[in-house]
């Protein structure tokens, strides 16, 4: 079928077959097909073959005829293919040169458009937030999450501070040590080949989107929510067109599904490193504001507030008078009922008739009884009451104290990830993005500009 995956790569083969067999009018028939099911692959194909074969002309009108297919704000997901080639050095010295001018022509033709640094903050804001931890807090503020309302928040909120860190450890895994550099030409290129003919049929994206949020819902142990949440703040990675910034994007944080490589990952973070800065310090701000001022302690029916941890004094006090004043009415509540004092005056009328019959004196004790048994058993329970409410507002006092101890290593800790927000940005800012150095399988080294 005309439309079943990789339908462009047959009459491509059959070409290449007949370029090497010398058969000329097979190799164009062929090629006209292949170039009539699917220009863009087919052009991209034909340009790595030629630089495989070292046919320098022949590679630069195929990328010419590339490259004039392509809008910069609509590109296929196979053109990181073309960003590996570059940033991998696959290409001659002229053709990189020429590759990386078109390239930085068009980020300057997005940049013109209304809107667009807004729109790199957000696009690499959710890049950013997409490599947020999930982590459930509660093991190490057991109180906090027991007994504060606003645990949740102050949870999210310290995940949320973690992107610092988070973001430097996997920007420097990105940029420390070298590249092992593919050992010859031929199998750089072959690995470009493999990537452009295996991953970029358009046909196989749902099935990829699938593949992606299963994986996501493993790494996150089942949580369909947290899985999900994280597939849509990287989804653009499996559309199929995009933006050559959001292609950037993708390379540099969704390499995984992008199939960017590491060399792809470096070039991507430099072109982008502003944008990525402003992205990092809006978000960074975004978190401080986000984070709970107050910490509500809530025990049973009484709530206090925090800031700092350091108002245990004030608190100890209003928990004291809440459980004295729960105390007393408890206490106040328990006294003699209807029925009882109904017993009393039966008890008394029996008496008075006792002369009449036994019977009825033997009524009238039995309901006394009744009722002093009743009128005596009130202290004991109201005793009982006061030793459960002194027993409960000793253990409540240690909450509030442990809660407290929280709430001060909570804020130590988020200032501690809070801090590693300058390193991030210090990380950034050794990154040029004027100057690019790549190394050639031309045996030569490289200095791209921007």
Known sequence: MLNAPRYWLAPALVALAGWLSNNKDLATKAVNEAVRRDDEKTSLFFA???????????????????????????????????????????????????????????????????????????????????????????????????????????????????????????????????????????????????????NFDDQELPLRRNDRLYQLIIDENGDRNAAQSKFDLESKALDEHLSFTQ??????????TSHASRATQRFAIALSKKWIKDAHGDLGA????AVPTDTDISIEDWHGVTKDGDNEGDLARSLTEHLKKREADAVASIGLE??????????????????????FGAIGIGFLIWFYTSYSGLKKKRDKVSENYAKLGGEALQVVKACLAEVVEYRREFAKRDAAAPEFSKLLDGISPEQYVLHSHDKTRQIISR
């Open 338 to 359: 209807s029925q009882h004092w109904i017993a009393l005056v039966v008890g008394i009328g029996c008496l008075l008739f006792v002369g009449k019959s036994l019977l």
């Open 247 to 256: 292609l950037l994007t993708n390379a540099a944080m969704h390499p995984e």
């Open 48 to 198: 790595l073959i030629t630089r495989r074969a070292a046919r320098a002309n022949a590679c630069s009108v195929w990328l010419g005829r590339y490259f004039g297919l392509q809008n910069p704000e609509k590109l296929d997901r196979q053109t990181i293919v073309l960003i590996d080639a570059v940033a991998s050095g696959i290409f001659s010295t002229e053709v990189r040169a020429s590759c990386a001018k078109t390239l930085d022509d068009w980020v300057q033709e997005l940049s013109q458009r209304a809107g667009f640094v807004d729109e790199q903050r957000k696009q690499w804001t959710d890049a950013l937030i997409s490599k947020m931890p999930s982590t459930d807090n509660g093991g190490r503020y057991p109180h906090l999450k027991k007994y504060s309302l606003t645990w949740q928040k102050l949870s999210d909120s310290l995940n949320a501070v973690a992107i610092h860190a988070v973001a430097l450890d996997y920007f420097q895994g990105i940029y420390d040590g070298a590249i092992p550099p593919s050992p010859t030409l031929a199998a750089a290129v072959d690995e470009l080949l493999d990537k452009l003919v295996g």
């Open 286 to 289: 975004e978190i401080r504001r």
